[in-house]
C-alpha cells in the first residue's frame, strides 16, 4: 500500500514469511474502506467482507480452512446478524 500523509491509502497486501497471503485490506486516508479479505494459513480463503468510512458493512462470508462457507453474517443495521 502508499502511505499519504502517514496514512495508509490504497490497498494493503500482508503475506506470511512463506510468502502465502494473509491480509488484503484497502484504505482511503488511513480509514478502512471497501475490501477485506484475509487467508487460512494453507491458502484457503478466510474471511472476505467490505468497509465503509472504517466499520464494516454489508454481508461478510467466513470460511473454514478447506475453503467450505462456514457463515454469513449482515452488517447492513451495524451488528452482525447470521443469514
Request: glycine fraction near 18%; proline fraction near 2%.
Amino acid at each position: 500500500g502508499r502511505l499519504g500523509g502517514g496514512q495508509r491509502d490504497g490497498t494493503w497486501n500482508a503475506c506470511r514469511e512463506n510468502g502465502q497471503p494473509w491480509s488484503q485490506v484497502d484504505y482511503a486516508a488511513g480509514v478502512k474502506q471497501g475490501l477485506f479479505r484475509t487467508w487460512h494459513t494453507n491458502g484457503m480463503p478466510h474471511i472476505e467482507g467490505q468497509h465503509e468510512a472504517g466499520q464494516r458493512t454489508g454481508k461478510w462470508d467466513f470460511f473454514d480452512d478447506t475453503g467450505q462457507l462456514n457463515e454469513t453474517l449482515d452488517f447492513a443495521d451495524g451488528e452482525g446478524t447470521s443469514n
